[in-house]
């Protein structure tokens, strides 16, 4: 049998909470047997060891907030062979992305103590903004099995198998009664990525949107239904404007435009 | 050569991105910086005009490691807010859920981040090949503490479930079987994760720390008690901005705390355990004890060994609740928003969480505030470093700097968390 040499995996950060990368130390079961096959060559959460690059595969987690980070995003693409983003902030820019639809400069000179010690871009941004991306992986956070899923097609050099379709269809596998038809509760399933396991439902709880827009998702409706609801205006804003709201289809949904 | 830098411009096996600088000048550290350069991300600034039961799911993207003290200590500050005070099963579970953070956090820090220090590796994957079977029983210990977020909580990462008032929908009795036998299971590997870090070699090191942490009339504490320290402060939760203060320094991007009477302090395991060792479980004294671990212990080195027991009383005081579990008549309790201000400060695992919030009637948020623990530890790691460093000066580089770098991993410190926030105090100013 060919000996193949090991691929190289390098995992990244940028502006971010590290659950995503901690994604893959959460996979317990998993873990030994991805770095027995796997050589984990830069992961600075988990070793202190650097092999230099280039890599075989990057993921990269976190969005671009920072000068030096747009910078460091171009060096990560020119030392990959691939590279993946991970969750919401690299694929939608996160919350972080919230600061998008406010005045960044008005709002610095308020709530700096020392302005100057700080280096920040007004917008928070996604890391296709900025470099090529070979695929996203969505979620706030991922999802710890389509994340293996990733790195074994990689690995197997296929495609990955992740569905681009709603919530709504993981409600119906997993037998959840639809919380919005059954009790009123308004929920975002209808308009958002599956991957999760439809898990706000299944708690009676709606969706809240956090792996970002489906594919070829229609706010619109989405928006009448919960205006139905009684929901104000202003709060399906708000609903959708949390962990993915500079994606497209979420940042100009429930209400006119305000961004900047 | 007496004088010399050491450099870390990444530090490895912590949460989040950090750096450390050391400078030495004849024989004596002349300055030391932990740097901070996690970009900042502004909550404080977007959680104004969201509303009051939105503030737990925005803040635990805080950080992925510890989202439940974030859950907590936001939604305690909106129950402390409209004067809700929740007891009974909801307040257990609430207490079953932080159990499960301990735990997962804990084992990721001791047996991922902590222990290749002191058994020589650069990371658990290669510690994996002389030490398979201690590595294994971590990996199952830590996925004991994510079965209890997950079950109570629908996922590990930013858990869905909590609520200001309770939760969404809350377990029937006779689902916690399974992890009953799980937790049973992880007690056992807690036990023997005390004894394994117990026979670790430890450098000499102790200072006089002030200790800080929540303490509360009949239990170890999680979400409720009094901000006490073992220099005598003793003041409730709405009381801690009057004796904690934050100042901005131009190296890092998280602001450093101090207590105003007496400069820097210490939170998280080591603290809780010093101020709290009487409340701990029969059995987790008892091991304690064990090992040889007096009920205060003033090197932080051997936080390690006071995490495990941490591990150990979590999974103990899990299966207690677990026992003594009947499903709630609501999930919930309803809740009426009214102007006014919350404070809620809980345990995350590595120490204090300070949450403010101002809500006006409608139940937005006009105002907030959070201190996370990585924050109020840094003065406290620099000092150590200054202190550590010195006597040391003669060892080969590569040596010392990985000293230094075990030097701030005994704090388990989140630099996500830490510079989370960068920023609202100012306004009040």
Partial sequence: ???????????????????????????EEELLTVAENIHIAYFPEATRSVTEGPYDLSLVEGSITTPHDAERIKEVRQISKN?????????????????????????????????EYIETLEKSTTIADHVQVDFELRGCPINKYQLLEVINAFLNERKPNVSPHSVCLECKLRGNI?????????????????????????????????????????????????ANLGVPQEEIKRMYRTFNADADEFKNAGGESDEK | ????????????RVEGEGALYLKIKDQKVSDVKLKIFEPPRYFEAFLRGRQFDEAHDITSRICGICPIAYQMSAIHAMENAFGVKIDGQIRALRRLLYCGEWIESHVLHIYLLHAPDFLGFDDAFQMAKDHGAAVERGLTLKKAGNDIVEFLGG???????????GFYKTPSKKEFSALKEKLEKARDAAIETVRWTSEFS????????????????????FNEGRIVSSRGLDIGVEDFESHFEETHVEHSNALHSYLKTGGNYFVGPMARYNLNFDKLSPLTREVALEVGLSP??????????????????????????????????????????????????????????YH????????????????????????????????????????????????????????DPCISCATHFLKLEIERE
């Fill in chain 1, 1 to 27: 049998m060919n000996q193949k040499p090991k691929i190289k995996l390098a995992v990244w950060k940028f502006a971010s909470c590290d659950g995503c990368q901690l994604s893959l130390l959460n996979c």
């Fill in chain 2, 296 to 353: 205060v212990c003033r090197n932080p080195f051997k936080s390690i060994i006071i995490r495990s027991l941490e591990v150990l009383y979590a999974c103990d005081e899990a299966i207690r609740i677990i026992d003594e579990y009947e499903k709630p008549k609501v999930d919930a309790v309803e809740i009426e928003p009214r102007s006014g201000v919350g404070f809620g400060c809980t345990e995350a695992p590595r120490g204090l969480l």
């Fill in chain 2, 356 to 411: 403010r919030y101002e809500i006006d009637e409608k139940g937005f948020i006009l105002d907030s505030k959070i201190v996370p623990p990585t924050s109020q530890n840094q003065n406290t790691i620099e000092e150590d470093l200054r202190h550590f460093v010195e006597p040391r000066l003669t060892l080969p580089d590569e040596k010392l700097q990985w000293q230094c770098e075990q030097t701030i991993r005994n704090y």
């Fill in chain 1, 83 to 115: 590279l993946i983003t991970i969750g919401a902030c690299a694929t939608a820019g996160g919350i972080q992305a919230l600061r998008n639809f406010q005045d960044v400069k008005d709002f610095t000179q308020i709530v700096y103590a020392q302005p």
């Fill in chain 2, 155 to 165: 996922r590990e990462v930013h858990p869905v479930n909590v609520r200001v008032g």
């Fill in chain 2, 1 to 12: 050569m007496k004088n010399k830098t050491i450099k870390v411009d990444y530090l490895a």
């Fill in chain 2, 202 to 221: 430890y450098p000499d090191f102790e200072m006089d720390y002030e200790f800080v942490a929540l303490r509360h009339a009949d239990e170890y504490p």
């Fill in chain 1, 178 to 226: 639809c919380v919005m038809v059954a009790h009123g509760t308004p929920c975002l399933g209808p308009v958002t990525q599956a991957g999760c396991g439809a898990i706000c439902p299944a708690y009676n709880r709606g969706c809240y949107g956090c792996f970002g827009p489906s594919e070829s998702t229609n706010t619109k409706s989405m928006s009448n239904w919960l």
